[in-house]
C-alpha cells in the first residue's frame, strides 16, 4: 500500500507524527508539503493528495489541516474521492468497513498525537466490508455523474 499525506500549516506537526508512523510500520508513502510553516491554502494540498489518489498513483490519502474540516470538504470535491474527517477510533473502522474511504482527513486542533496514531492504524488495517456496502459506495459513485 502506498499512502500520499499532506497538510496545510495549521497540520504541519501532526504531520510528521503522521509520517513517522508509517515510517515504523514500514508503510510506503510520498509527502506532498508542506515544506515551512508559512501560510498556505489547504485546497491545493488537499488537491495534489486527493488527485493523486484518484488517479491511482496512490491508494490512500491522508490530510491535515487545523480543523481537519477544510481538507475533508476540498478532498470530497475530487471525483473518485471519499473522504471522512475522523477524530475517534471507531469511527476510522466503520468509515473503512462501510464506506471504503480512500483519503482521512483529521484536525491537529482537535486530537492530540497518540489519539491520531491509533486513528490512522485503525484506518490503513481496516478492509472494507462489501456486501450491502458496495451497493451504497455504488450510488454514491453515481452521484458523481
Ligand atoms: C488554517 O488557519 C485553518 O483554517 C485550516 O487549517 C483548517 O482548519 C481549515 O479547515
Known sequence: MKIAISS???????????????????TAYEDFGPTTDESVDYPDYASAVSLGVAEGRFD??????????????????????????????????ATRGHNNTNVLAMGERVIGAGLAREIVEAWLDTEFEGGRHARRI????????
Open 60 to 93: 490512500r490519502g491522508i490530510l491535515i489541516c487545523g480543523t481537519g474540516i477544510g481538507m475533508s470538504i476540498a478532498a470530497n470535491k475530487v471525483k473518485g474521492i471519499r473522504c471522512a474527517l475522523v477524530h475517534d477510533v471507531f469511527s476510522a473502522k
Open 8 to 26: 496545510d500549516h495549521g497540520g504541519n506537526i501532526l504531520r510528521q507524527e503522521i509520517i513517522s508512523l508509517l515510517e515504523e510500520r514500514g
Open 138 to 145: 455504488e450510488k454514491l459513485t453515481a452521484l458523481e455523474n
